[in-house]
């Protein structure tokens, strides 16, 4: 099992910067893919941001170019930076993990943490 927990979420203003964490525990070993997802309310959760063991990185047209993910070498530690912030950012943030066991992918998610980008 992984078990994944959320955090550094916190209320910004438009153009504002933050970073949210996602702390990792149980079989992270086995993890081959990490990401971030968010969801705002009335809306469908939408894929943020995705980073690879071998640290290949994809993005979201609507964060490309503004949000950077990455990782530690443990794989225990997630990171989204968030630069240049608009209200249409403002969501729950979740984090996800993959693991790839006996031919068999398995998901995982945190709980989410909540980002707020208002004046």
């Known amino acids: 099992q992984v078990q994944l927990v959320e955090s550094g979420g916190n209320l910004v203003q438009p153009g504002g910067s933050l970073r949210v964490s996602c702390a990792a525990s149980?079989?992270?070993?086995?993890?081959?893919?990490f990401g971030w997802y968010r969801q705002a309310p009335g809306k469908e959760r939408e894929l943020v941001a995705t980073?690879?063991?071998?640290?290949?990185?994809k993005y979201a047209e609507a964060v490309k170019g503004r949000f950077t993910i990455s990782k530690d070498n443990a794989k225990t530690r997630v990171f989204l930076q968030m630069n240049s912030l608009t209200p249409e950012d403002t969501a729950v943030y979740y984090c996800?993990?993959?693991?790839?066991?006996?031919?068999?992918?398995?998901?995982?998610w945190g709980q989410g943490t909540q980002v707020t980008v208002s004046s």
């Open positions: 980073i690879t063991t071998g640290g290949n990185t």
């Open positions: 149980g079989s992270t070993s086995s993890i081959i893919l």
């Open positions: 996800y993990a993959a693991r790839f066991i006996d031919t068999d992918y398995r998901a995982y």
